[in-house]
Every structure is written in C-alpha cells, then in structure tokens.
C-alpha cells in the first residue's frame, strides 16, 4: 500500500499533462454550437441545455480512453507493478481516481460558462452541477473499464468510444432526469440513481479492468 501514493500522483501527472483540457474544450464547443444548431430562443435552450450538457459530458468521457491503459499494457508496467507484488487490481482503483481528478473537477467548471452560454437559470445550473459530481466519477469508473477491455486490441480507441456510449446511456438518463425541478418530476429520485449507478461502476471498475489486463497479458 506504500506504493499507492506514488502511482496515484504519477497517473494523475500523466493524464493532467497529456490532453487533460480536451474533454473541456469539446464540452464547451457543444455549448456554443448547440444555439447556432436549434436557434437562440432563450426558453428553448434554457429547457433542453441541461439535457445537452449531460450529452456532451459523456461523448467528452470518450476522448481520453485511448491514453488511460494501453501505454502502460505496451510498455510492461503492469508485469513490473505485479513482481514488486502490486496487482492489477489496486492499480485500476488508482487509476479510476487519478481520471476522475484530471476529468471531472475540469468538467463541472466548464459547465459554469456552458451553463451562461445556454441561458440555464441558478438553479438549474445547481442541479446540473450535483449531478455530475455525482455522475462523473461512474463516467470515469467506466472509462477505465472500456480502456482496460480494449487495451490490447487492434482498433481498440474506436471500439472503446463505441462501447462507452451505450454502457454510459443509464447514467445519462438518470443524470438528465435529476435536472427535473421537484420530487414529483423526478429530480431527488435522479440524483439517488444517479449516484447508486455510479457507486456500482466504481465497485466493479477495480476488478473488472484489472481482470481485462490479466486477460491481456496472457
């Protein structure tokens, strides 16, 4: 477990330093695009921007899978973390945390001006803002899940992009329906499945992903 700090600070260098600000600036070009494709009338973004920024956050989850595992498969650095008796395991928990770090904390401040941009009221901009703390990190649990299966595959960064999105769809749906305004439209009930759907791609991320590595290595 000593080793758990230096890899958790050696991940997040990685990703921090290699493209981090990419899933920000795609969540934010979906913002300014989305009025020039449906028109500027402010009671029309200001009803479906909310639904729109969560869409953009999972296509924006997709872009960093091909650097959060396939690197380090190539490079034999889980073979060296195995010897030094560091499984797959602990280093896919680490590595969930370290991409949530460099991706969601980046996002939910993105969504600050994407929220001005598309007119989203205070409070709505509050719920967006629960909802991905909430959600983010399944988006990232499942990031490290796909990159892990895909890994050792040719064509892997697309196959992994195509994966994601139907395996992200619940927590799209549940995120989105926690944007309603009340219990009685679905708003609490959104947050606690959004959560609930998040807590389980957390608990399966470490063992699911580090599975897939012993798989690739074979």
């Given amino acids: ?9 050696r991940d997040l260098r990685r ?6 600000l990419l899933p920000v600036l795609f969540f934010l070009a979906v913002a300014v695009l989305y009025p020039f494709a449906v028109g500027p009338a402010p009671e029309l973004l200001a009803r479906t921007g909310g639904g729109v920024l969560w869409i953009a956050a999972l296509l924006a989850a ?4 091909d650097r959060l595992v396939a690197a380090d498969l190539e490079s034999g650095l889980f073979d060296q973390w195995a010897i030094r008796g560091i499984g797959e395991d602990m280093v896919m928990a680490l590595r969930v945390a370290a991409h949530w770090l460099s ?3 980046l996002l939910m401040l993105a969504a600050l001006p994407a929220a001005a941009l598309l007119g989203l009221s205070a409070a709505m901009l509050g719920r967006l803002e629960l909802g991905l703390l909430l959600g983010t990190p399944g988006l990232a649990a499942l990031g490290v899940i796909v990159a892990a299966v895909t890994a050792g595959l040719r ?7 195509l994966l994601m999105i139907p395996m992200g769809v619940p927590l799209l749906v549940f995120g989105a329906g926690s944007l309603a305004s009340s219990a009685a439209n679905g708003g609490i009930a959104g947050f606690a499945l959004t959560a609930a759907a998040s807590l389980m791609l957390l608990a399966m991320a470490p063992f699911a992903a ?3 590595i012993r798989a690739a290595n074979r």
């Fill in 1 to 9: 477990m000593s080793a758990a700090p230096a890899i958790l600070a």
């Fill in 155 to 161: 064509g892997g960064a697309a196959l992994g992009g």
């Fill in 62 to 65: 997709i872009l960093p899978l």
């Fill in 103 to 105: 991706f969601g904390p």
């Fill in 15 to 20: 990703f921090l330093r290699g493209g981090a």
């Fill in 210 to 212: 580090g599975a897939a």
